[in-house]
C-alpha cells in the first residue's frame, strides 16, 4: 500500500485502536480510556465535526425511567418480532445512565423547571464536548487519517490497522491489542448531510478479516430532502406537510394523522412531488425550528416561505446510516467473530433493536452511546487478557481489493470514480432498491459484480488521496453486493425490506441473515429461537413527534 510513501511510515502503539470519529467511536475511546488501556483513535475526518452526527441535531432515545416500558414496546412492535427486548432495554438504560455524564463534561441540556431534559442534542457541540473529553483523558486522536485495511496475528486475532495520513502525505499503522470498528455505515456518497464519510470502510475490512455482517437486506433507507438543495434529510419538519403534485393535486400522504413512509417514494416514481409545511401550527413551528434547524437553512438560504410555499422534494439514500445492516456483533460487549475486534454505533448491525426497520435518529443516538462504551470496555479488557507483549505478535496487513496488494492479472489501471458512479446507478434508483424484485436484484449483481472484477486490478496509488479513493470505491463496491445479495435471499416484505415479487411478510421468516463473502457470497440464516415476546405496555401514537 502506497509503497512510494512507506518509507517515512508513521509507527505506533496502543492497548486499543478505535476507527471513527463519530459518537460511537468517541464514547469507545474514553469507555477503554476509563479501563486503563492506552487508546489511539483514527478518524477519516476531524473528530467533532465530521459524520452524521456533528451535521446538525438529534433526538436521542433516552426516556425517563417511568417511560421506558412504553419505548420498549414501541420499538419491538415497530421491528416486527425481530428485535430483542433485552438489548432494547440494555440501550435504555444505558444511554440514560450515561447523558449526565455528558453533561458533567460540559454540555448543557436545556432545562424545564430546573432539571435537564436530556432528550436530543446539537451535534457540533455535542460532538465538541466529546472531543475535548477525550483529550483530557490521553486519548491520542489522529483527523484526516483515515484506517484503510486491518493486522491480523498469526492466531487470527486482530492486531492493529494501517492507514494514510492526508496531511503529512504519508502511511502510518498502529500496532494495538484490540481495535474497536466505529467508522460508520454506508450511503454511497448520496450527499446525504454528514454522511460522506460513511462509505462501508469498515464493513469491507471486517470481512477481510474473517468477520461477518447481518442483515444487510436493512441498507435500502431513504430519507426525504428538498429537491433544490438534495443534501439536509431531516424528515420531522415534513411530518406537517401537505403534499401536491405538480398541478397542485393533494396527494395526501397520511395514515391515522402520521405520515405514511411508503407513500413519497410510491409518488415520486410518478412523476413530481412538492410539500408545503402548512400543517404545522404555531407551537410546532417553534419547536421544529429550534430543534431541526438546519432543515430550514436551504429555505432561508433560497427565500422562501416553507408554510406558504410549495417546494419540490425528494428521497437520498441514506444505506445502512440509517438503515440497520452492518458488522455482525456476537456478545454483550459487541465482539465480532474476529477475536479482539469489535464494532460500534452504525457499523454494527442493529438488528437487535431495530429488526429490519430504521433505527434512524434518537434510537441510533443511544446505541452508539451504548455500543460504543460496550465495545471500548469489550476491547480493553480483551488488550489487557493479551499481556504486555501483544504489540510484539508477528502481523500481516488483511487488506485484499483497492490497494494493490493483491496480483492483478491486466495493467490498466481502475478509475475510482467511475466504479462509484457504477454503484450508484444500481443503488440509487427507487425502482431498483425500493422495490426490490428477484428479475432487480439479479440484474444489478451482474453488474457489480463486473465492478469487482475492475476493483481487483491495480489502483492509481501515486497520492495517499488516490489509495484512499481506490479503497473507498471498492468497499462500496461490496456493501452493494452485500446488500443485494441478502436481499435476493429475504423471499418476504419485512419493514424497509421490500420485494414487489414477495409482498406480504412471511413469519416463518423469523431469522436475522448473515453474510460475508469476497469474491463469492455466502449467506446464512440465523433463526431466532426466543419466543415472541409481549413488551409490558402496547401503545399507539396518532399525532407526529416534533424530536
Request: charged share 20%; aromatic share 8%.
Amino acid at each position: 500500500m502506497l509503497a512510494v510513501h512507506s518509507e517515512n511510515e508513521l509507527q505506533l502503539t496502543a492497548d486499543v485502536l478505535v476507527i471513527g470519529g463519530g459518537p460511537a467511536a468517541a464514547w469507545a475511546a474514553w469507555a477503554a480510556a476509563s479501563q486503563g488501556a492506552k487508546v489511539i483513535i483514527v478518524d477519516k475526518g476531524f473528530l467533532g465535526t465530521s459524520g452524521a452526527a456533528a451535521a446538525s441535531g438529534n433526538g436521542i432515545m433516552a426516556p425517563s425511567p417511568e417511560n421506558w416500558d412504553k419505548v420498549l414496546s414501541e420499538r419491538y412492535r415497530v421491528a416486527k418480532n425481530l428485535a430483542n427486548l433485552r438489548w432494547i432495554e440494555r440501550v435504555i438504560e444505558k444511554t440514560w445512565l450515561s447523558l449526565p455524564l455528558v453533561e458533567s463534561w460540559g454540555y448543557r441540556f436545556p432545562k424545564e423547571d430546573g432539571e435537564s431534559v436530556r432528550q436530543s442534542y446539537y451535534g457540533p457541540e455535542y460532538m465538541r464536548v466529546l472531543r475535548k473529553n477525550l483529550l483530557r483523558v490521553g486519548v491520542q486522536i489522529f483527523d484526516q487519517s483515515p484506517a484503510l485495511e486491518l493486522l491480523l496475528a498469526d492466531d487470527g486475532s486482530v492486531a492493529g490497522a494501517r492507514g494514510v495520513q492526508r496531511q503529512e502525505n504519508r502511511t502510518y499503522t498502529v500496532r494495538a491489542g484490540a481495535v474497536v470498528l466505529a467508522n460508520g455505515g454506508c450511503a454511497f456518497l448520496s450527499k446525504a448531510l454528514g454522511c460522506n464519510t460513511n462509505t462501508g470502510d469498515g464493513l469491507l475490512m471486517a470481512v477481510e478479516a474473517g468477520g461477518e455482517l447481518s442483515s444487510m437486506e436493512a441498507s435500502n433507507h431513504y430519507a426525504i430532502s428538498t429537491a433544490f438543495n438534495a443534501t439536509v434529510t431531516r424528515g420531522v419538519p415534513f411530518g406537517w406537510a401537505s403534499y401536491s403534485d405538480e398541478a397542485g393535486n393533494d396527494l395526501g400522504g397520511y395514515i391515522n394523522g402520521r405520515r405514511d413512509p411508503s407513500f413519497l417514494p410510491n409518488a415520486l416514481l410518478k412523476g413530481p412531488v412538492y410539500a408545503r409545511l402548512d400543517r404545522a401550527t404555531p407551537e410546532v413551528k417553534a419547536v421544529i425550528e429550534k430543534s431541526h434547524f438546519i432543515a430550514f437553512l436551504p429555505y432561508t438560504k433560497a427565500g422562501i416561505d416553507p408554510y406558504t410555499e410549495r417546494v419540490p422534494v425528494t428521497l437520498i439514500l441514506e444505506g445502512t446510516v440509517r438503515g440497520t445492516g452492518g458488522i455482525r456483533i456476537v456478545n454483550d460487549n459487541c465482539a465480532t467473530k474476529v477475536p479482539g475486534l469489535y464494532a460500534a454505533g452504525d457499523a454494527a448491525s442493529r438488528e437487535f433493536l431495530a429488526g429490519l426497520a430504521s433505527g434512524g435518529g434518537g434510537p441510533n443516538a443511544a446505541w452508539a452511546i451504548s455500543t460504543g462504551q460496550w465495545a471500548g470496555v469489550g476491547a480493553a479488557d480483551f488488550a489487557k487478557s493479551l499481556g504486555t507483549h501483544a504489540n510484539e505478535r508477528v502481523a500481516r496487513p488483511a487488506g485484499k481489493v483497492g490497494l494493490g496488494s493483491s496480483p492483478s492479472h491486466t495493467s490498466e489501471t481502475f478509475d475510482s470514480e467511475a466504479i462509484v458512479r457504477g454503484v450508484q446507478a444500481e443503488m440509487f434508483p427507487l425502482e431498483k432498491n425500493y422495490l426490490r424484485s428477484e428479475q432487480g436484484l439479479l440484474d444489478s449483481l451482474a453488474k457489480l459484480e463486473k465492478l469487482w472484477e475492475q476493483v481487483q486490478g491495480n489502483p492509481k496509488q501515486d497520492t495517499v488521496r488516490d489509495v484512499e479513493f481506490s479503497r473507498r470505491a471498492a468497499a462500496l463496491t461490496a456493501v452493494a453486493r452485500w446488500a443485494y445479495f441478502s436481499a435476493l435471499h429475504r423471499t418476504e416484505t419485512r419493514s424497509e425490506h421490500i420485494r414487489v415479487d414477495y409482498p406480504e411478510t412471511d413469519p416463518n421468516q423469523r431469522y436475522y441473515q448473515a453474510t460475508g463473502g469476497l469474491d463469492k457470497l455466502w449467506v446464512r440464516r440465523d433463526w431466532i429461537t426466543n419466543a415472541i415476546a409481549t413488551p409490558p405496555v402496547q401503545t399507539t401514537q396518532t399525532t407526529p413527534s416534533v424530536l
